[in-house]
């Protein structure tokens, strides 16, 4: 498949909101692929659609056990919250210390179109609702309570 070029702050398409996909259909299909081999190229655990210059509401995420697509997902439940340091493939060289839910419910679409409710926790919740924020034009510098940078 292919590997797409992952936009970067300041660009224009990272603070625009992403569009809802109204028809799964082979072009969203490879979509998906292309944006699952485009993360793990950039060794990353989440990618929106939007940071790969596609405004349309998919992320996928995989935090280390298995890849999940997720396609026009909403949180439709917060609960908790917790500190931790996030960075991102589209802002690089910064790392944020963030508040975010600890366990949150999602609603979305998988890639067969069938709806579908999510529970998730802790790591694999913080990512979900960081890749969710780039649907909506928001980066992570925007929440973040403190900032440095990247050391690496």
Not at 41 to 67: F, H, M, T, W, Y
Not at 101 to 120: H, S, T, W
């Amino acid at each position: 498949m292919a590997v797409y070029k992952i936009l970067t702050e300041p660009d224009p398409v990272l603070r625009a909101k992403a569009l809802p996909v109204r028809n799964i259909n082979s072009g969203v299909l490879r979509l998906l692929e292309n944006m699952r081999d485009t993360m793990y190229a950039a060794e990353g655990v989440g990618l929106a659609a939007p940071q790969i210059g596609v405004s349309k509401r998919i992320i996928i995420v995989d935090p280390g056990e298995n890849c999940i697509v997720l396609i026009n997902p909403e949180i439709i439940r917060l609960e908790g919250e917790y500190g931790g340091s996030e960075g991102c493939l589209s802002v690089p060289g910064k790392v944020g210390w963030l508040n975010r839910a600890q366990k949150i419910l999602v609603r979305a679409q998988n890639p067969l179109g069938e709806n579908i409710e999510m529970e998730a926790a802790s790591y694999l919740a913080r990512i979900i609702q960081h890749e969710i924020d780039h649907l909506d034009g928001i980066l992570f510098p925007d929440k973040a309570l403190k900032i440095r940078s990247d050391d690496k």
